[in-house]
């Protein structure tokens, strides 16, 4: 699962970032725990092409790295081919899953595009690098709403589905964690973008900028609501898993020099404000994570209404919160450490 991932490479951060080498062991072991000795992945079905499932090759990829064990190179090479075989929109978009055709989805950027760049990156495979680039921009030419600057959550190129404006194809809100899940995406991405591909960098890097201006926008009582562009409207929650991927891109397109220092203060106080809205110290001295909207997608009874949308459980400690969170902590961490 794509969360499998989320969370482990987390955990892997937190150990680089603090130099504790616990964290890292745990998550190496969780990624273990799924591989044979063959390196076949044991619940892995790329006959779904579902690109949820490419998420975890990430942490695959910094593992062969890290210590050469061919476990690993097997493993994040047959998610690479689930990517060659995975099927396609006219424009070369990876379809969000096999059940969900013709459909281009936020998350599915940030779940495919990071490993897929990576992976091309170790093998010389210039061509892999452009498809992942390509990616992000025709998510952006598609999904982005010229007006605000956000994005909506999905695209159906045949405007079939029950959730797509039968004109436009679009759904029909702006929701914080598919724009988070893009938002992440945008800054990962570029770790593996040589410095020479400028036609490749550049572009990510003007999306960035006019992203977080968007986003900045849209912020209310400093962090962000489930549907981002709507906090008066009946029912609408502050919601911290979206709120802490914003704050992560922010605060590591600063460090890595694709946002200028004038963003700085913006990142801070969003990240103070993340803590103090939703994170909670217990007695224990443990935190834990509140108000992450468990789950919410499209098709399949979802009809992407409003109504829909706040009707998904809102939960505690949730690790598609919980990951991001410790993320941009560690990402904060350093701006502060640069000041």
């Keep these: ?28 072991a969780i990624l273990d725990s799924y591989l044979g000795e063959d390196g076949v992945i ?22 062969l790295e890290r210590t050469g064990d061919e476990r690993y190179r097997v ?18 978009a990876f379809w969000h899953k096999q059940r969900y055709p013709w459909q281009l989805w936020l998350d599915g950027v940030y779940m495919g595009m990071p490993f897929l760049a ?10 892999g690098i452009e498809e992942a680039v390509a990616e992000a921009v025709i998510a952006h030419q598609r999904l982005r709403d010229p007006d605000s600057g956000l994005y909506y959550h999905a695209w159906d190129e045949r405007k079939e589905q029950v959730w797509a404006d039968p004109e436009t194809g679009l759904s029909k809100y702006f929701w914080s964690r598919g724009m988070g899940w893009y938002a992440m995406a945008l800054v990962d991405l570029l770790d593996f973008i040589p410095e020479e591909r400028a036609d490749l960098r550049e572009p990510l890097i003007a999306i960035i900028g006019e992203f977080a201006d968007a986003l900045l926008a849209h912020q209310a009582d400093g962090v962000w609501y489930q549907i981002t562009d709507r906090p008066d409207a009946t029912g609408n929650y502050r919601e911290s ?16 020099g694709y946002l200028d ?32 909207c468990q789950v919410a997608g499209l098709g399949y009874g979802r009809d992407g209404s409003y109504r829909y949308y706040m009707s998904e459980p809102v ?9 991001p969170f410790i993320m941009a902590g560690i990402e904060v961490s350093k701006l502060l450490g640069n000041q």
Excluded: C
Excluded at 1 to 28: C, H, K, N
Excluded at 76 to 81: E, K, L, T, V
Excluded at 118 to 127: I, N, P, Q, R, T
Excluded at 264 to 273: C, G, L, W
């Design 75 to 92: 493993a994040a090479d047959a998610i690479r081919q689930q990517l060659r075989d995975h099927p396609r929109t006219t424009e070369g």
């Design 1 to 28: 699962s794509y969360t499998t991932g989320l969370i482990v490479q987390a955990m892997d951060d937190l150990s680089l970032a603090s130099g504790d080498p616990r964290f890292a062991e745990w998550g190496q």
């Design 315 to 323: 939960v505690s400690n949730d690790p598609k919160g919980v990951g």
């Design 42 to 63: 044991q619940t892995y079905r790329p006959d779904e092409f579902n690109i949820d499932h490419v998420n975890s090759g990430k942490m695959l990829l910094r593992y």
């Design 118 to 127: 990576h992976h091309a990156l170790m093998e010389g495979d210039v061509h």
């Design 241 to 256: 898993s979206g709120s802490s991927m914003f704050v992560y891109m922010l605060a590591r397109a600063i460090n890595n």
């Design 261 to 292: 220092a004038s963003y700085r203060d913006a990142a801070v106080e969003s990240y103070r404000r993340l803590v103090d809205e939703f994170a909670n110290v217990h007695a224990s001295g443990a935190v834990s994570l509140k108000n992450v």
